[in-house]
């Protein structure tokens, strides 16, 4: 059965830090490039960061740049974000997925050929 499973969402305050894991079973994480996604209340789900399956290129949306880190573990099926210097405004329910490729186009990161999603981990960011 092929699997997404998120954790390490919470409440945090504004300038904190979470680092979310994605963990994949059911198939094998290094043939898909994997990112973070997120849909935040009342809003279209963005892309936030991408990493490819050759795990050489990483994409970042503009709201993410210089605050958070997209890694992937192949030899554990694991991907992970680092989230630093969090807003109010990252508060979200935050997606893994797999992908056939992904880029970033226009400030916002975009997912083709999406293969499978998780089911999401709730993050809030509020004093």
């Known amino acids: 059965q092929v699997q997404l499973v998120e954790s390490g969402g919470g409440l945090v305050q504004p300038g904190g830090s979470l680092r979310l894991s994605c963990a994949a079973s059911?198939?094998?994480?290094?043939?898909?490039?994997v990112g973070w996604f997120r849909q935040a209340p009342g809003k279209e789900r963005e892309g936030v960061s991408c990493i490819s399956s050759s795990d050489v290129d990483t994409y970042y949306a503009d709201s993410a740049k210089g605050r958070f880190t997209v890694s992937r573990d192949n030899a554990k099926n694991m991907l992970y974000l680092q989230m630093n210097s969090l807003k109010p405004e990252d508060t979200a329910v935050y997606y893994c997925?797999?992908?056939?490729?992904?880029?970033?186009?226009?400030?916002?990161?975009?997912?083709?050929?999406?293969?499978?999603w998780g089911k999401g981990t709730l993050v809030t960011v509020s004093s």
């Open positions: 997925a797999a992908a056939v490729r992904c880029a970033a186009v226009a400030g916002d990161v975009i997912g083709y050929g999406m293969y499978h």
């Open positions: 059911g198939f094998t994480l290094a043939d898909y490039a």
